[in-house]
């Protein structure tokens, strides 16, 4: 989590997005969640975030 903030924070968008997808395939809850679909739509890709986000079963937004 900390090193996906950094390259977003970097703006290194393809290197977090891949680090974020790793963290939710290893983990699969709100947070993950959140921050996948948070790269994703920094990174311009505003469908795929979208769509994370309205077939998941998040129930919260976690601190990002």
């Given at each position: 989590?900390?090193?996906?903030?950094?390259?977003?924070?970097?703006?290194?968008?393809?290197?977090?997005?891949?680090?974020?997808?790793?963290?939710?395939a290893?983990?699969?809850?709100?947070?993950?969640?959140?921050?996948?679909?948070?790269?994703?739509?920094?990174?311009?890709?505003?469908n795929?975030?979208?769509?994370?986000?309205?077939?998941?079963?998040?129930?919260?937004?976690?601190?990002?």
């Open positions: 989590k900390v090193y996906v903030n950094q390259f977003i924070q970097n703006f290194d968008y393809a290197d977090a997005i891949f680090l974020a997808e790793r963290l939710y290893e983990v699969k809850n709100d947070e993950s969640i959140y921050l996948l679909a948070r790269t994703y739509y920094l990174s311009g890709n505003i795929k975030s979208y769509w994370l986000l309205r077939n998941s079963s998040i129930e919260h937004v976690p601190n990002a």
